[in-house]
C-alpha cells in the first residue's frame, strides 16, 4: 500500500505535466460520445423549454421575452388547477391498485411449476401494447353504439341496459384505471419477479424450519426483502401516474365535461389548441419541477 | 414539380376528387395527406413551430381567422385580385380569410348544415314524407312521433345530435337562432351572447327531445367522429346533417333536405367547410397558386364539385347542368347566401376544443343545470378575448 503512494507520487513528481494533461484529454474523449448525446437529447431540450417559458412564443416568427407572465397566468388557470387535483387523485388510486394487482400476479407465478410461463407471459402480453392503440381497443370495446362488452353483459342478465362506460365521471375514471392496470400490471409483475427472485431460498427455509406460516413469512420476509423493488415500482408508476396523457387523450378524451383531465393533456391544450407555446412551456417546468421534488423525496423515504 | 397539400378527413372525399382530376391534367402534380378532424389543429402547430408546413394546406373555415392572424398563410391578396370571378366566391368564405384588408384564402369546400329527413320513416310513422319540418318545434314533433311509433324496439330513433361534441352543437344549433334573426357572438366575435333568449329557447326544445328519449340513448356520449353514422343506416327520422353527406348517402335511401328553422320558422345554415391557401413558408408559391386557382375554375367546380352533388365554391356557378338536376342541391346552393360562418380569432378554443367553455354551456344546457348558463356565457366571453 505505502509503496504504491510513494510510486505514484514519484511518478506525478517525475512525468511532465504534458503527460496529465494528454490522459485529461483522454477522459474528455472517452466520456465525449455520451456528453453529446445527454447535451443534444436531455440538457438542450430543458434550456429550450425553459427559455420558451420565459417568452411569448408564436407559431411563426420572432419571440419575445415576457417573464414572468407565463407562470403568473397558472393561477388564473381553472382547467390547470383542476388537472392537478385530478391527477393527484388519479395517481394515488392507480399506484395503490396497481401495486396490489402486479404484487399478486409476481406471487402467483413466482415458483416455477408446470404452466407457469404461459401464464407469466399472458400477464406480460398487454404491456406490449401501444397505449394509443389499447386506449382505442378500449374505446372500441366498451363503445355503447358498436362494442361487444354492452351485448355480453345483457346476454349473460349482469346489466340490463348499456354501462355507461366513460359517460359519467366515476365511470370514466374506473375504466380508464381498469385499462393502465390492465395494460402495466404485468410490466410491474416482472419487476417484482426479479426482486421476488433474488431473495436467497435458504431464508424461506430457515423461516418454515422455525415454524413459520406463509403469512408470517410474507410480512417477515418476503416484504421486507422486496422493499427496494417495491420502491422502484411505486416511483415508475407514480411518475408514470402523473404525466398521464395518452390513456385520457385517446379514451376519454378529457371528458365527460372535463373530468378526466390530466396535467399533460392540459400542456398539450395550451401548446396545440390555443397556440401558446410560451404557456406550455411554463406549465411544463412547473410539472418537472414539481415531478424532481417529489422522486427525491421518494428516494430519500423508500431507500 | 410535386407540390404537398393537407387536408382534414371531414372534408377528405371532395379534396381527393379534386386532386386526382388536377393530377390527371397537369404537369405539376399534387401529393395530398389526410389529417383525422380531431388532429388538424395540432398538427398544423406542430408544423408551423418547426416550420415544416405543406405548400398549400385546407383549414376548417372558423380556424382560418387565427390561423392568418398567426402569420400561417400567404397574403395572396394581388393573385385574388386579378381573377375575373373574385368577386363570386363564397362570400362568407371570403371573409373569414381576409385579415386587415389583406386576402390569404380562397374557398375549398362548402359544407352547410341542414336537415335531412327519411321519407320511409316519415311513412311508416304516418307523417307526410314529402313534408319536412318547417320549424324547430315542428321538427321536435316530427321526431317525438317518429320515436312513438316506431322507437319501441330501440333501432329506429326520432333524431340524433352529437351530445358532447362542441362543433357539432355550433353547427346544428346555432342555424336555428339565426333564422330567427338572433346573433351569438358580437360581429368581432369577442363577446359570447349564447345567454340569450333565442338561444335558450333552442337549447330548451332539444332538452326536452332528450328528456322524452327521441334522441337516441348515445346523444349524450357522441363526441363527434361517428355522429353522421346512423342517419345512412335509416335509424333516425329527421336530424341535421352535414350537406357533405348528401352525396354520400345510400343510392336507394329516400332523403328529404330542407334548411334549418328557428322555433317558429326562418330558414338559415352553419356555412362550414374548408378554406385553402398557401403556406407562409412554401418554396413553391406559384406552383401552388396554379394549383389552387384551377380548384375555383369552371372546369374544377362544375366537373368534379357539381357533379357529386357539392356545394360550389362560386355564386355565379350555382345554377349548372348538374344541379338542374336535383333540386335538393339547387336548394343547399341557395343557401350559401342566407347562412352565416361566424367570426372570431378565438373560435377553435372556445367552441371546438372539449375542453373549452361551450361544449360546458352547451352540456348544461341540454343535460345538466341549465340555471348556470349565464355563468358559463361569462366564460365564453373571456375565452374569446383571451
Request: hydrophobic share 45%.
Given at each position: 500500500?505505502?509503496?504504491?503512494?510513494?510510486?505514484?507520487?514519484?511518478?506525478?513528481?517525475?512525468?511532465?505535466?504534458?503527460?496529465?494533461?494528454?490522459?485529461k484529454v483522454q477522459g474528455w474523449l472517452y466520456a465525449a460520445p455520451t456528453a453529446v448525446i445527454v447535451g443534444v437529447l436531455f440538457i438542450a431540450p430543458l434550456v429550450l423549454v425553459g427559455w420558451?417559458?420565459?417568452?411569448?412564443?408564436?407559431?411563426?416568427?420572432?419571440?419575445?421575452?415576457?417573464?414572468?407572465?407565463?407562470?403568473?397566468?397558472?393561477?388564473?388557470?381553472?382547467?390547470?388547477?383542476?388537472?392537478?387535483?385530478?391527477?393527484?387523485?388519479?395517481?394515488?388510486?392507480?399506484?395503490?391498485?396497481?401495486?396490489?394487482?402486479?404484487?399478486?400476479?409476481?406471487?402467483?407465478?413466482?415458483?416455477?411449476?408446470?404452466?407457469?410461463?404461459?401464464?407469466?407471459t399472458a400477464f406480460f402480453l398487454p404491456g406490449a401494447v401501444g397505449f394509443a392503440a389499447a386506449g382505442l381497443l378500449f374505446y372500441g370495446m366498451l363503445n355503447n353504439d358498436f362494442g361487444p362488452i354492452d351485448p355480453m353483459l345483457q346476454a349473460l342478465g349482469i346489466t340490463s341496459?348499456?354501462?355507461?362506460?366513460?359517460?359519467?365521471?366515476?365511470?370514466?375514471?374506473?375504466?380508464?384505471?381498469?385499462?393502465?392496470?390492465?395494460?402495466?400490471?404485468?410490466?410491474?409483475?416482472?419487476?417484482?419477479?426479479?426482486?421476488l427472485q433474488a431473495i436467497p431460498t435458504e431464508v424461506y427455509e430457515a423461516a418454515r424450519s422455525d415454524g413459520a406460516n406463509r403469512w408470517q413469512i410474507f410480512t417477515k420476509i418476503t416484504l421486507p426483502l422486496l422493499r427496494p423493488t417495491l420502491a422502484l415500482m411505486l416511483i415508475l408508476s407514480v411518475t408514470g401516474s402523473l404525466l398521464a396523457f395518452d390513456q385520457f387523450f385517446v379514451f376519454t378524451n378529457g371528458g365527460p365535461d372535463n373530468s378526466t383531465v390530466s396535467m399533460v393533456m392540459v400542456v398539450y391544450r395550451d401548446a396545440f389548441f390555443r397556440f401558446d407555446l410560451g404557456g406550455a412551456a411554463a406549465l411544463s417546468v412547473v410539472l418537472l419541477v414539481a415531478l424532481v421534488g417529489l422522486n427525491t423525496l421518494m428516494m430519500r423515504r423508500l431507500r | 414539380m410535386t407540390i404537398t397539400m393537407w387536408t382534414r378527413a371531414a372534408t377528405q372525399t371532395q379534396s381527393e376528387r379534386l386532386v386526382a382530376e388536377y393530377n390527371k391534367t397537369h404537369k405539376n402534380q399534387v401529393k395530398l395527406t389526410v389529417i383525422p378532424t380531431d388532429n388538424y389543429q395540432p398538427r398544423i402547430a406542430a408544423a408551423a413551430g418547426a416550420k415544416q408546413l405543406p405548400d398549400v394546406f385546407a383549414a376548417d373555415v372558423i380556424f382560418v381567422p387565427n390561423y392568418t392572424s398567426q402569420g400561417l398563410f400567404m397574403d395572396i391578396t394581388d393573385r385574388i385580385a386579378a381573377l375575373p370571378y373574385k368577386d363570386k366566391l363564397a362570400p362568407s368564405h371570403m371573409k373569414l380569410g381576409t385579415l386587415d384588408n389583406r386576402q390569404y384564402t380562397l374557398p375549398h369546400t362548402l359544407d352547410l348544415s341542414v336537415w335531412f329527413w327519411n321519407k320511409d320513416l316519415y311513412e311508416k310513422a304516418g307523417l307526410d314524407p314529402e313534408q319536412g319540418p318547417k320549424s324547430l318545434k315542428e321538427f321536435a314533433q316530427h321526431a317525438t312521433t317518429i320515436q312513438e311509433k316506431l322507437g319501441k324496439d330501440g333501432k329506429v330513433h326520432g333524431t340524433f345530435f352529437g351530445g358532447n361534441c362542441g362543433g357539432c352543437?355550433?353547427?346544428?344549433?346555432?342555424?336555428?337562432?339565426?333564422?330567427?334573426?338572433?346573433?351569438?357572438?358580437?360581429?368581432?366575435?369577442?363577446?359570447?351572447?349564447?345567454?340569450?333568449?333565442?338561444?335558450?329557447?333552442?337549447?330548451?326544445?332539444?332538452?326536452?327531445?332528450?328528456?322524452?328519449?327521441?334522441?337516441?340513448?348515445?346523444?349524450?356520449?357522441?363526441?363527434?367522429?361517428?355522429?353522421?353514422?346512423?342517419?345512412?343506416?335509416?335509424?333516425?327520422?329527421v336530424m341535421p346533417m352535414p350537406s357533405t353527406t348528401l352525396g354520400l348517402m345510400p343510392k336507394e335511401m329516400k332523403i328529404g333536405v330542407t334548411p334549418i328553422a328557428g322555433p317558429d320558422g326562418g330558414e338559415s345554415t352553419f356555412v362550414g367547410g374548408d378554406s385553402l391557401g398557401i403556406s407562409a413558408t412554401s418554396k413553391n408559391a406559384d406552383a401552388a397558386w396554379e394549383f389552387i386557382n384551377w380548384t375555383v375554375s369552371d372546369q374544377a367546380q362544375v366537373e368534379v364539385m357539381a357533379k357529386n352533388k357539392d356545394v360550389l365554391a362560386r355564386t355565379d356557378l350555382a345554377g349548372n347542368k348538374y344541379s338542374a338536376e336535383d333540386p335538393r342541391v339547387v336548394m343547399i346552393n341557395s343557401l350559401v347566401a342566407k347562412g352565416q360562418t361566424p367570426f372570431a380569432l378565438r373560435f377553435?378554443?372556445?367552441?371546438?376544443?372539449?375542453?373549452?367553455?361551450?361544449?360546458?354551456?352547451?352540456?348544461?344546457?341540454?343535460?345538466?343545470?341549465a340555471s348556470k348558463v349565464p355563468q358559463l356565457n361569462a366564460e365564453i366571453t373571456k375565452s374569446l378575448q383571451q
Open positions: 500500500m505505502t509503496l504504491t503512494v510513494t510510486r505514484s507520487r514519484r511518478a506525478a513528481h517525475s512525468a511532465p505535466s504534458a503527460r496529465w494533461r494528454s490522459r420558451m417559458s420565459l417568452n411569448r412564443w408564436p407559431l411563426l416568427g420572432q419571440a419575445t421575452f415576457n417573464a414572468p407572465a407565463n407562470y403568473l397566468k397558472i393561477a388564473d388557470n381553472p382547467l390547470f388547477l383542476d388537472a392537478v387535483v385530478f391527477t393527484l387523485k388519479y395517481t394515488a388510486i392507480t399506484t395503490v391498485l396497481l401495486s396490489g394487482v402486479a404484487l399478486g400476479l409476481a406471487l402467483l407465478v413466482q415458483e416455477r411449476r408446470p404452466g407457469v410461463a404461459f401464464f407469466r341496459e348499456p354501462v355507461k362506460w366513460i359517460g359519467t365521471p366515476n365511470m370514466a375514471l374506473f375504466s380508464t384505471i381498469t385499462l393502465v392496470i390492465w395494460r402495466f400490471a404485468g410490466f410491474n409483475m416482472l419487476i417484482l419477479l426479479t426482486g | 352543437y355550433v353547427f346544428t344549433f346555432w342555424p336555428s337562432v339565426w333564422a330567427a334573426g338572433a346573433q351569438i357572438m358580437n360581429d368581432e366575435g369577442t363577446t359570447s351572447l349564447n345567454d340569450q333568449p333565442v338561444m335558450t329557447e333552442v337549447f330548451k326544445i332539444w332538452r326536452e327531445l332528450y328528456e322524452k328519449k327521441a334522441t337516441g340513448p348515445t346523444a349524450k356520449e357522441e363526441q363527434g367522429p361517428t355522429w353522421t353514422g346512423f342517419f345512412p343506416k335509416g335509424e333516425i327520422g377553435g378554443q372556445t367552441y371546438n376544443d372539449p375542453q373549452g367553455p361551450w361544449l360546458r354551456l352547451a352540456r348544461e344546457a341540454v343535460f345538466g343545470d
